[in-house]
């Protein structure tokens, strides 16, 4: 399998542009998670899915952030209008949700610069 | 008070010696703890689960977890360069529905000097 697969692997962007992160979770997942990931905030949860449907959005920084994930094989992360607070790396994960299965996968991130 | 704390570090240890990194959690239903190691400029991998009680051992690295003290640990035996990284500590706390989310500490930077 090749892993959990992101991109672009850099996006360097202007103030006020629309900017779309997208992830492949590993086939057979069925949880997916977006983090954000900063000096001085750590990594921290965005929103998470399972079996394709939002569970927790309560980490969207606000409005202009929005994730969706159309099928099992694909999610997306939009920020619109973006912000130079924005920039930070963020990493997709995905997970096969069971009794103590939690590990997650993760991708190898999206950096991310908004000048 | 942060959900899940870590030693502020960076710790630094000799090549050789025994590396202790530590984490606490506050909320008491959690379930399932994780420590994921981290290079620089890398996305975090898995290095041990552990889900009872006592210590767990996987080739160099034990994880120890106490949950009356909401206590969790990994220790690294005979450290090496190569385990100079970042190490995560990661609890699942979201028990509502099947889908364990987990909540990171802030890490710790550890090196391991030749």
């Known amino acids: 399998d090749a892993g959990v697969i992101q991109s672009p692997r850099h996006e360097v962007t202007e103030m006020g542009q629309e900017v779309t992160l997208r992830c492949k979770p590993i086939s057979g997942h069925n949880s997916l998670f977006w983090y954000r990931q900063t000096m001085m905030r750590g990594l921290e949860l965005l929103i998470y899915f399972n079996n394709n449907v939002p569970i927790d959005d309560s980490g969207m920084p606000e409005d202009r952030f929005s994730a969706k994930m159309p099928n099992a094989s694909f999610s997306t992360l939009k920020i619109q209008p973006s912000e130079p607070r924005d920039s930070a790396v963020y990493f997709c994960?995905?997970?096969?949700?069971?009794?103590?299965?939690?590990?997650?996968?993760f991708g190898s991130g999206t950096q991310l610069s908004v000048l | 008070q942060k959900e899940v704390e870590q030693n502020s570090g960076p710790l630094s240890v000799p090549e050789g010696a025994i590396a202790s990194l530590n984490c606490t959690y506050s909320d008491r239903v959690s379930q399932s703890f994780f420590w994921y190691r981290q290079y620089s400029g890398k996305s975090p991998e898995l290095i041990m689960s552990?889900?009872?009680?006592g210590d767990k051992e996987d080739g160099r690295f034990t994880a120890q977890l106490n949950k009356a003290s909401q206590y969790v640990s990994l220790l690294i035996r005979d450290s090496q360069p190569s385990d100079s990284a970042t190490y995560l500590c990661?609890?699942?706390?979201?028990?509502?529905?099947?889908?364990?989310?987990?909540?990171f500490g802030d890490g710790t930077t550890l090196t391991v000097k030749p």
């Open positions: 552990i889900y009872s009680n």
């Open positions: 990661a609890v699942n706390i979201d028990l509502r529905t099947n889908a364990g989310k987990s909540t």
């Open positions: 994960a995905s997970s096969f949700q069971g009794t103590f299965n939690e590990k997650l996968f």
